[in-house]
């Protein structure tokens, strides 16, 4: 048994520990941005799943989220003390004049760009998240006399799925330290109309949905990843980049590829083959949703075709991060563990 004293002083020396961890941040989201004619990313490496290899940046939208940290800000929260208040107002403005003086291609290598100049200017702030949401822009067309051509002007926002790059930098000394960095491919929504099954599950008597050799499939993904060697996330060596819109494409091909026997195993062969194509990275991570229509018209004569409308809440969900221990010789361990269990 523990004496009340001794829980008392422990509870003190926690209360110390609380008091230096405690939450304290602030900062400023939807910060959008847009800057025209923007060098465009060409020299990307290819891949086979993908004919993407230039992004065109003639339009560069981002929406930015800022977040700062450091003891100096304490005060603000317990005294009203404004003295070392960056304005969330002179953030957003710090932000979108940053875009004007950026010399990237990319929207890893622009909130890098910001988070630096946060921590150099304001040596007060400790810390510094940043997120960017990419603002996608699509190439539209024109009728050039009997042909149809590309047009260098007119953009077209895109609702599809889109970019976002996110980075924590920690001041550390002289100078700071890369956190975490992160890509990812947002709300990619895929698809397949046959040659899905999910069969095998448990039945029991909690089980209602029947199997199925050949459903279609509806997902939504969010696929995200992170480079060995943090610089090659900013673009400045375009053939170490990885574009989501390569990673978009991948993942719709190996969609294709696979008679995917659940979203578990499409999701893991999607990661592996990430890997595969862009050895420069280290992990890809997976968040997927499974909204696959309901079927309304089972058999329609003289077709494959059936009617299905919105699929019905709840939605069933996976999370998964594929590393280069599961290509290769890691088979076998995987196939080990299995044996083991
Ligand atoms: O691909 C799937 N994985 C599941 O775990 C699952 N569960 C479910 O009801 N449908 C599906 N589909």
Request: charged share 25%; hydrophobic share 35%; net charge negative.
């Amino acid at each position: 048994m523990v004496s009340l004293r001794s829980v008392h002083q422990t509870t003190e020396r926690v209360g110390v520990e609380v008091e230096n961890k405690r939450t304290m941040s602030y900062g400023k989201g939807n910060v959008f941005a847009y800057r025209t004619f923007m060098e465009p990313l060409s020299g990307l490496q290819p891949i086979p799943e993908s004919a993407f290899t230039v992004r065109d940046n003639t339009v560069f939208g981002i929406n930015v989220t800022v977040e700062v940290g450091g003891n100096a800000f304490l005060s603000s929260f317990t005294d009203g003390d404004n003295q070392m208040v960056v304005a969330t107002d002179s953030m957003k403005n710090f932000i979108q004049r940053h875009l004007a003086t950026f010399s990237g291609r990319t929207i890893e290598g622009f909130i890098r760009y910001v988070g630096e100049a946060f921590l150099t200017t304001y040596s007060h702030i400790d810390w510094v998240k940043l997120t960017g949401e990419a603002v996608p822009f699509e190439n539209t067309t024109y009728a050039n006399g009997e042909e149809s051509s590309t047009s260098s002007l007119v953009y077209k926002h895109s609702r599809n799925e889109r970019n976002e790059a996110s980075i924590e930098l920690v001041r550390e000394g002289n100078g700071w330290q890369i956190n975490s960095q992160n890509s990812r491919l947002l709300d990619l929504q895929l698809v397949k109309v046959k040659d899905n099954s999910f069969v095998g599950f448990i039945r029991d008597q909690y089980t209602t949905l029947p199997e199925d050799s050949n459903r279609p499939l509806f997902i939504y993904l969010n696929i995200g990843w992170s480079y060995e060697t943090d610089d090659d996330a900013l673009g400045e060596e375009p053939a170490r980049y990885v574009a989501g819109e390569q990673v978009a494409d991948l993942a719709s091909s190996v969609f294709h590829e696979l008679t995917s026997p659940s979203i578990q195993h499409l999701i893991y062969q999607i990661g592996c083959r990430m890997l595969k194509r862009f050895p420069q990275l280290q992990e890809v991570t997976f968040e997927s949703q499974n909204r696959t229509w309901d079927t309304v018209v089972e058999d329609i004569p003289e077709t494959e075709g059936k009617v299905y409308t919105e699929p019905r809440l709840p939605f069933g969900f996976q999370r998964f991060s594929v590393t280069k221990a599961d290509l290769g010789p890691q088979t076998t361990s995987a196939r080990t563990e299995k044996a083991r269990l």
